[in-house]
């Protein structure tokens, strides 16, 4: 076992594949709202959240996902030469792995890269939820324009266990923003997809525990529900106390509502809340993908 801000990090799972490939290419133009490029040092990822929309952007089978990873071992060495030929542009990292997993540890791919880009001084959003963040801190504070995020969907760490079960547990994310934000960087969170809520955690209880860490900035947005989603939260919740809550994560009728009332909490401390919901509550009736509609349960 390591020991990472107190929290135990549980050593790679026995069956766990890691395979190292080499690249032609290392930035790819992004379509996503104010991205230019996106950098995955990965492909795969060792957290395996039931929920994750990657397995479909690569077409692969979701009962794959999680129990291997490809590491692009030259992934700095290529970025070092687009940043030559390329306009700069916001690069984000990442968009379809986690750039903390446990392999960074060791490859420290995502490290390499900071290191070219802060050298070229372009403009990074980087997002994870994994603590090892916390070692790149001397690399961020370099930069010029940067912003550092955790992914925290929900503030109850049962649910977590549950839907992320090889994913870092919340307290030790909440820590490492404080750590960041304490460091003097901008820090963000990724309430996405937005958990309904669980274990008594109102709005404002969750937005005060976000201002307390030191969060400036938040977006959130719904369950993805292709690609067998649905099924696959229903099959994970399967038996616990806590799946009647939980199997309404992609059910707009219940997590619209909830998210408005959060988004009112963070604005009125301060915390600039991009809330995707917004926009879609003219079409409240409709569901995207409940997993309780997937087990017919309403
Ligand atoms: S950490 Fe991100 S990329 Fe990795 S499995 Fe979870 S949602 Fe997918």
Redesign the pocket.
């Known amino acids: 076992m390591e020991e990472l801000l107190g929290v135990h990090v549980p050593p790679p799972r026995e069956l766990f594949e890691i395979r190292e490939v080499h690249v032609s290419s290392a930035l790819r133009r992004d379509p996503l709202p104010g991205i230019d490029y996106s950098f995955n040092p990965y492909i795969g990822?060792?957290?395996?959240?039931t929920?994750?929309?990657?397995p479909r952007l690569l077409q692969i089978d979701r009962n794959t996902?999680?129990a291997s990873v490809v590491v692009k071992r030259n992934a700095a060495t290529v970025l070092a030469k687009e940043v030559r030929r390329l306009p700069r542009g916001l690069v984000a990292i990442?968009t379809?792995?986690?750039p903390y997993?446990f392999v960074e540890g060791k490859y420290r791919i995502t490290r390499h890269a900071l290191e070219v880009l802060q050298r070229a001084q372009w403009p990074v959003s980087v997002l994870?939820?994994?603590p090892l963040m916390i070692r790149d801190i001397d690399l961020f504070t370099q930069f010029r324009e940067i912003e550092v995020g955790m992914?925290v969907p929900t503030l109850d760490d049962r649910a977590r266990a549950l839907l992320?079960p090889?994913?870092p547990p919340i307290d030790s994310r909440l820590r490492c923003l404080r750590a960041l934000a304490d460091a003097g960087l901008t820090t963000f969170v990724g309430f996405a997809p937005a958990y309904p809520p669980t274990d008594g955690w109102s709005p404002n209880e969750i937005a005060e525990v976000f201002a307390e860490a030191g969060v400036k900035k938040m977006f959130t947005r719904a369950l993805d529900p292709r690609w067998g989603v649905p099924e696959a939260i229903a099959k994970r919740l399967e038996g616990s106390d806590l799946a009647p809550d939980l199997l309404r994560l992609g059910d707009l009728d219940t997590i619209a509502p909830f998210v408005s009332r959060l988004a009112e909490a963070c604005r009125a401390r301060g915390i600039d809340f991009r809330n995707a919901f917004e926009f879609r509550m003219a079409d409240s009736n409709q569901s995207f993908g409940s997993p309780a509609k997937a087990l017919g349960s309403r």
């Open positions: 990822c060792y957290h395996g959240c929920f994750c929309y990657v996902w999680g990442s379809a792995t986690d997993q994870s939820r994994a992914s992320e090889w994913a």
